[in-house]
């Protein structure tokens, strides 16, 4: 079952919004397996979901 969603904050959105954008950037560059970001982006979700708990 998935986990419910968590609503991000301004700052988190901020942050996956420049990680998505070096992706591009590396993209661009020919580099498609990126899985270092995928990771980081999940690390902001995932400190997100942390972040929802305690506030409980």
């Known amino acids: 079952m998935p986990e419910p969603k968590v609503k991000l904050t301004f700052w988190e ?23 270092d970001i995928d990771r980081r982006v999940e690390r902001v979700r995932e400190q997100a979901r942390k972040r929802a708990k305690r506030g409980k």
């Open 13 to 35: 959105k901020a942050r996956i919004v420049a990680i998505e954008a070096q992706g591009v950037k590396r993209a661009a560059a020919g580099i498609e397996h990126q899985p």
